[in-house]
């Protein structure tokens, strides 16, 4: 049976009297979020004073040397970050703004432990992969608990880590480097259908990363097995996207799906007409095997 829209679930209560009229009507009218003019400007206050800490922090050390500059993010995320702690206040404005700042810490941190790690001898894609681990655990341990910062984090850190790790492993020219950025795709979008805060990011930037990773398998190497193995991917995250039902994995599989039936039937068919001729026989095929579909859930 199909899931039923927000709409549809109060259309149910309302007539099954466990809502009043007044009260459904208020639940279809509420937005989705809102800001207050408070929130607007602190918002913008912190916005402005982050850019003047990194002005200062440039103009303070752009003669210095990279072991001063890192020493002087480390200091200054550590001071954002203890005065985002007093800012925050559950429940309020505070909070979501303190949550801002975290990710400017955690952020100037990072980058400070990995200039320290850069010039202590490690080559720079192994400490790239040390400090975007320790932030993939911390932004998803704190996912559940933050409006959005923890997750920011992991998602942000996911996509460096796998760069710097393809890098590592001298991958680039390998189609296990396109695999990677799908399989962190796929993590990032199941991550993104838990309760964790701002999911939404998780499973746009996942969807992104799994379909952009699965065309380069296609283009990668001109073979047709390849351009098969990417339309498979891509029809499972189209698959998986009518289960949850979340427009960006929808049209992120739809145009995924979209792209690698191309590549695939480009090298399978030589002329350009009959090409077109085969895609378009593909669509209505996929049109016609979706309605079969919805017509056997709305009989069930």
């Known amino acids: 049976m199909a899931r039923r829209t927000v709409r549809e679930e109060i259309d149910e209560l309302e007539r099954s009297g466990t809502l009043t009229s007044a009260q459904a009507s208020t639940l279809r009218d509420a937005p989705q979020w809102s800001l207050d003019a408070n929130e607007l400007f602190a918002y913008l206050g ?52 303190a949550e801002a700042l975290g990710v400017v ?10 200039i320290v790690l850069a010039e202590s001898g490690l080559r720079s894609e192994h400490a790239a992969n040390i400090v975007t681990g320790i ?3 911390v932004g998803a341990s704190a996912a559940r608990r933050t409006h959005f910062a923890g997750t920011i984090v992991y998602v942000v850190a996911t996509q460096v880590f796998v760069a710097a790790l393809i890098g590592t492993l001298n991958l680039e020219d390998a189609l296990v480097a396109p695999s990677l950025f799908v399989a962190s795709g796929a993590i990032l979008v199941a991550a993104g259908t838990r309760r964790i805060g701002f999911a939404l990011a998780s499973r746009v930037v996942g969807t992104v990363s799994y379909v952009l ?25 189209f698959l998986a996207s009518s289960k949850m039902l979340k427009l960006e994995t929808i049209v992120g599989g739809a145009f995924g799906v979209t792209l690698t039936t ?25 049109v ?6 919805n017509k056997k859930r709305r009989s069930a």
Do not use: K
């Open 105 to 114: 810490a955690i952020g100037l941190v990072a980058g400070g432990i990995g």
């Open 262 to 286: 191309s590549v695939l039937v480009s090298r399978v068919i030589d002329d350009q007409a009959i090409q077109g001729l085969a895609i378009v026989l593909i669509g209505i095929g996929m």
């Open 288 to 293: 016609l095997a979706a309605g079969a579909v």
């Open 46 to 97: 912190g916005l402005i004073a982050s850019i003047g800490v990194t002005w200062l922090t440039i103009a303070l050390f752009q003669d210095a040397s990279p072991m001063s500059i890192a020493i002087g993010m480390l200091i200054v995320g550590v001071a954002i970050g203890v005065g985002a702690r007093f800012l925050h206040r559950p429940n309020t404005w505070r909070a979501r703004l």
């Open 213 to 237: 990773g699965a065309f380069t398998v296609a283009v990668m190497q001109d073979h047709v097995s390849t351009a098969v193995v990417a339309l498979v991917l891509t029809l499972g995250l």
């Open 135 to 137: 932030c993939i655990i």
